[in-house]
């Protein structure tokens, strides 16, 4: 499976605004706030394009170092500032954000990474693990919330005609987070279908006659869930491979589900056949019509195990296509949306 694209998706104060004409003590107040900006954008936006891309964990680690160096400058750079002619109203606020961006990648962020490696356990966990996510932005979007509110205000009382931003990172930055939020939802729909299915494959690899029976009608109920949701989803700007392809691993799992009571059948047949063998081999003499009989119960054995085989081979090959073709989906989705940094 691909690996996920687990950093939190948020717009930082470098999406907010251009400044006016004039080069005023105000305006070059709020222009100093903004390149701190602009620093923790650029590391961000290269850090999330590391993990989007399937990078190494090294060097993936060292882009989250690389972030938490400038998140720390910043922070000092925050804390440096002086109110602007004895007002400390943005001051407050700005280091405010600042040092809740800190925490959020330092303690937030850190107990999401813990939950990463056991998020793929159960569907339970990798739902926690992404409203982790969830929770961090959106403590994050509040205090953001409260700092670009301070920034207006201290533009208006200044008379500084702000101009609203859409440069080339504010663009990658907001792309990211909806390919992100957009990839999450249709994750969960996937992942909840696989994971049962990962149960239903033990049981099947066990040959757990009872565990086979429960799985195979919960991974039934799932995945016709699953294509109820997917056929109602809605397309990331007109791009259905994400549905398309989820819907059709789904459509197999539902069939694997209702195909799999062959295996049932041939756990009963040969708990059967292994008893008459034990029997027929605790004989300390044998007729020869016993021996033609024994002989013919192996050559169906045998046939059964064949048959077997061929139908698990077969469903091996339809589950290998389902999932290659959503993860190739999800390859090109992150290609196409969350752009390439360096």
Sequence with gaps: MRRLVLPLTFIFISTLSAFSQNAS???????????????????????MSEAAHGSKLKKLEQKRKEMLTTLRGVQANATKLKPFKGDTTLKKSYERYITILNSVFNEDYGKIVNMEEIAEESYDQMEAYLLAQERAEEKLNEAFGQFDDAYDKFAANNKINLIQSDDKMSRKMKKI?????YYHRKYLVFFKVFKQEAYLIDAVSKKDVNGIEQNKNTLLKYATEAVAKLDTAKPFRRDQSLIAAGKKYAQFAKTESERLGFVSDYVLKMDEFEKIKKAFEAKSSKSQAEVKEFNQRIDQTNKLIDQYNQQIQQLDKGRNQALNGWNGSVKEFFESYIPKEK
């Design 25 to 47: 003590p105000a305006a070059n107040y709020l222009d100093n706030i903004s390149k701190q900006g602009q620093l923790i954008s650029k590391k961000y936006l290269s850090y």
């Design 177 to 181: 987070g909806e390919a992100n939020q």
